[in-house]
């Protein structure tokens, strides 16, 4: 059964750090379009970054340059690496796949993706 699984979320103050780490379980993320979206209880989920079977990656306005995604297909894990943290920031970070295998999807919405895991909270404080 396809299962992902978030950590590394935490608390930082405002230009700080975090790297989140997406174990994936049951299928390999190289073939599958991957993303990273956040949710605060304000605001529907939102997509933050992706990256292609084939490497490509996608970003959100709000975070370009501030924001990689990468992978480790040995491990099957996805990562995304946050600096220059604000407190806009904050929220439940989620990864999921896409429902295609192969796909390429060149927006981020949420209701293309699917096997959502659990989520990771980061906090930004000013």
């Not at 959100?60 to 690496?81: C, N, P, Q």
């Amino acid at each position: 059964q396809a299962q992902l699984v978030e950590s590394g979320g935490g608390s930082v103050q405002s230009g700080g750090s975090l790297r989140l780490s997406c174990a994936a379980s049951g299928y390999t993320i190289s073939s599958y379009y991957m993303g990273w979206f956040r949710q605060t209880p304000e605001n529907e989920r939102e997509g933050v970054a992706g990256i292609g079977s084939d490497g490509s990656t996608n970003y959100a306005d709000s975070v370009k340059g501030r924001f990689t995604i990468s992978r480790d297909m040995s491990k099957d894990t996805l990562y995304l690496e946050m600096s220059s943290l604000k407190p806009e920031d904050t929220a439940m970070y989620y990864c999921a796949r896409g429902y295609r295998r192969g796909f390429h999807y060149t927006l981020l919405r949420a209701q293309d993706f699917t096997s959502w895991g659990q989520g990771t909270q980061v906090t930004v404080s000013s």
